[in-house]
């Protein structure tokens, strides 16, 4: 009796390893995370297509940090990338 429930045990034990790797090897994981940038884009947004007023601005920098805003966002805006970190 004691050989048939040890030959069951090993049975199960090798099934579950069996899935694991079906499983290892059928979802490897999340993708790898993407390098930052090496640069800083500063968003300056206006209150109107003529852009004489700031309203707000946007900095990305590339330390992947959030994006960091202050003041209001408006469909009218200008992107200005600077190279490097600052």
Same mark, same amino acid.
């Given at each position: 009796?004691? $050989? @048939?429930t040890? #030959? @069951?045990? !090993?049975? +199960?034990?090798? $099934?579950?390893?069996a $899935?694991?790797?079906?499983? &290892?090897?059928?979802?490897?994981?999340?993708?790898?995370?993407?390098?930052?940038? #090496?640069?800083t *884009?500063? !968003? &300056?947004?206006?209150? *109107? +297509?003529?852009?004489?007023?700031?309203?707000?601005h946007?900095? /990305?920098?590339?330390?992947?940090? =959030? @994006?960091?805003?202050?003041?209001? /966002?408006? =469909?009218?805006?200008?992107? &200005?990338? &600077?190279?490097?970190? $600052?």
């Open positions: 009796m004691a $050989l @048939r040890s #030959n @069951r045990s !090993w049975k +199960a034990a090798m $099934l579950v390893l $899935l694991g790797l079906v499983m &290892t090897a059928l979802f490897p994981g999340p993708a790898p995370v993407q390098a930052c940038q #090496n640069f *884009d500063f !968003w &300056t947004y206006f209150s *109107d +297509a003529s852009h004489t007023k700031v309203v707000g946007c900095e /990305q920098d590339c330390f992947c940090a =959030p @994006r960091f805003c202050s003041g209001q /966002q408006t =469909p009218y805006y200008i992107v &200005t990338t &600077t190279r490097g970190c $600052l």
